[in-house]
């Protein structure tokens, strides 16, 4: 009498340290796939949140230094290669789940194609009019990948646009955790929290600061727009991977001197935060699949995010939410008056939206993407 089917084996590569929107998004699905089904282990950095985040989730982490794999650290890199190899051969992966675009080129370092099958989640893929670099290595490498998996309909439009075939291409919708709706009294202790009235008309930004989300854009658009007498506005993020600090500086600089606008750099609450707001703005230049523009669809607070990437796609073509045109802060700060003076008009695009969540980008519809995928590439073998 046989057994029961030994579990796929997962070897996860990620550059980063820190964590952003694609790490949040990658241990949130793993770590609820079931380990009787997927035997995981998540090769990256050591010394960073990401590590924390993974061993807090209880998935097997790895210290790998891909964040080396640089032409212009080619010792380094050589020595990291070396190590993921040697690690490989100790895991034996049934598949190699790459997060990230830029992790790709570690993917050589397992042999050509004919070797363990590669799934890549590629998270800054955008439009076919946007070439982001590291677009040019999804071109380079996608004879070594198995499968692309992307955040949205939009994002497989740029993928095609490089030469992958769309069948290759599978929408896998972020795994975040949903936020719940904030009763008046949590609400307003979350708020007080930052320093801000329980009745307040409160919009903000969550997310990172640099240039491509835009939160310059916002900060003139409060310039222009009349929240009413108890607008506020809330800025919640930093540059968690230090690579946009002159941008940073010059959004913090520009908040000090605006009275209503708070800004609280990261805090662990965000979600929460989130949940506390009447008008949750995503204003960016470029984006995918922004997960806070989920978290407040899944706690129902009204979004305005712009005409960018995969936004308009979350947002149900503006059934779910206003849309705006980026870079465009006049029609950004008519948004921001119209719903600050409509608490109806919030509220149904709240429920609109949580709708939405619940039906599109559920957390288990993420995990079930996922594991079809890498369940789907094992068993090429």
Request: some cysteine; aromatic content about 4%; charged content about 25%.
């Amino acid at each position: 009498m046989s057994g029961a089917p030994r579990a796929t084996r997962v070897l996860v590569l990620d550059h980063a340290r820190e964590l952003g929107g694609a790490e949040v998004a990658v241990v949130t699905a793993l770590a609820g796939l079931g380990r009787d089904r997927f035997d995981v282990t998540i090769a990256a950095p050591e010394g960073g949140a990401f590590a924390a985040a993974v061993r807090r989730a209880g998935l097997e982490f790895a210290a790998l230094p891909l964040d080396r794999v640089s032409p212009r650290r080619p010792l380094a890199a050589r020595r990291a290669l070396a190590e993921l190899r040697a690690l490989a051969a100790v895991a034996r992966p049934d598949v190699v789940l790459v997060n990230g675009v830029r992790a790709l080129k570690a993917c050589l370092a397992l042999g050509g194609p004919g070797a363990v099958p590669v799934v890549a989640f590629v998270h800054d893929v955008l439009e076919p009019g946007v070439v982001s670099p590291w677009m040019a290595r999804a071109r380079l490498f996608r004879e070594r990948v198995e499968r692309f998996l992307v955040p949205t309909g939009a994002a497989v439009a740029g993928l095609v646009a490089h030469g992958i075939e769309p069948a290759r291409v599978t929408v896998v919708p972020p795994a975040v955790e949903a936020v719940a709706p904030l009763a008046a009294a949590a609400r307003g202790e979350a708020r007080r929290a930052i320093g801000v009235a329980a009745d307040a008309t409160l919009v903000g930004y969550v997310g990172q600061l640099e240039e491509r989300k835009g939160v310059d854009v916002l900060l003139d658009a409060l310039d222009r727009a009349d929240l009413g007498a108890g607008g506020e506005a809330v800025i919640v993020g930093d540059d968690p991977f230090g690579e946009h600090a002159a941008y940073r500086e010059r959004i913090l600089d520009r908040a000090r001197g605006q009275p209503r606008v708070r800004i609280t750099g990261w805090r662990w609450d965000a979600p929460r935060l989130i949940a506390a707001l009447d008008v949750l703005v995503c204003p960016s230049r470029r984006d995918a699949c922004p997960l806070t523009v989920l978290q407040a669809m899944s706690a129902g607070v009204a979004v305005i995010g712009t005409r960018v990437g995969g936004i308009p796609e979350q947002l149900g073509g503006g059934a779910a939410g206003v849309l705006v045109p980026p870079d465009d802060a006049a029609a950004l700060a008519a948004a921001l008056e119209r719903l600050a003076g409509d608490a109806a008009a919030r509220a149904s695009l709240g429920a609109a939206a949580r709708e939405r969540h619940r039906a599109h980008y559920a957390l288990e519809l993420a995990r079930a993407g996922l594991a079809a995928a890498l369940a789907g590439a094992a068993a090429r073998d």
